[in-house]
């Protein structure tokens, strides 16, 4: 069955440290990936997405993510967080050809605080 | 340029009743999504809608039924409510022909059924 797993349902972290939030998925083949944000009384917004070529991928405001074959796995990173970080994180997967994005699988989310 | 905008933004009703939430996508985008959020979960995929045709659907029972007019706004329709249907709806919008599969989301109805 097609999901995508994300173990950490809620994680805080101080200004400033750096971040992982990780990401698994089970899925027939190499799918493609996304990492959304969503802010409270916000809808989604697409911080990066990954569909061939280099495993490192940027987004924007400073996040990263990197995608492992072997592990299946796309965890999402940045460097130094900022308190207007704080969000909840999904990670997303859709079949690898044209109109991925039509029928997304999302994980369960991971709740972000940032501690000042 | 207004991005997607749903409406109403919260609603309440009971057990049994029918609703329909709307969807203006954004400008220039021909195709709509919908996914129902409910609390502590992500956005689960309902259906899409293509050139007024539902093209694509989710594990969803046939309670949830959409529309898209000419101007590709959409509606989401659900009858017979449930306590169970009680969620955030998210509409998303994108052109059909993006090749960077970049999806955008309005800021939801969230549905309370008593």
């Known amino acids: 069955a097609q999901s995508v797993t994300q173990p950490d349902i809620h994680i805080t972290v101080s200004e400033g440290a750096s971040l992982e939030l990780r990401c698994n998925y089970s899925y027939g083949a190499t799918p493609y990936l996304f990492w959304y944000v969503q802010s409270p009384g916000q809808g989604l917004q697409l911080l990066l997405k990954?569909?061939?070529?280099?495993?490192l991928v940027q987004g924007i405001k400073g996040f990263e993510a990197e995608f492992k074959r072997s592990q299946s796995s796309f965890n999402l990173r940045k460097p130094s967080v900022h308190w207007s970080d704080a969000a909840e994180y999904f990670c997303?997967?859709?079949?690898?050809?044209?109109?991925?994005?039509?029928?997304?699988?999302f994980g369960t989310g991971t709740l972000l605080a940032v501690q000042p | 340029d207004a991005g997607v905008t749903q409406s109403p933004t919260h609603l309440i009703k009971t057990r049994g009743q029918q609703v329909t939430l709307r969807c203006s996508p954004k400008?220039?985008?021909?195709?709509v999504s919908w996914y129902q959020q409910a609390l502590g979960q992500g956005p689960q995929f309902i259906f899409q809608y293509y050139e007024e045709e539902e093209r694509q659907r989710g594990n969803f029972p046939d309670r949830f039924s959409g529309h898209q007019f000419p101007n590709y706004s959409s509606e989401l329709n659900v009858n017979a409510l449930l306590l169970g249907d009680s969620a955030l709806y998210l509409c998303?919008?994108?052109?059909?022909?993006?090749?960077?599969?970049?999806?955008?989301f309005g800021s939801g109805t969230q549905l309370s059924v008593l």
């Open positions: 998303a919008s994108r052109p059909m022909r993006a090749e960077d599969e970049k999806l955008f």
């Open positions: 997303a997967v859709g079949p690898n050809y044209g109109g991925a994005t039509n029928k997304l699988i």
């Open positions: 990954y569909f061939s070529g280099d495993t």
């Open positions: 400008s220039g985008h021909d195709t």
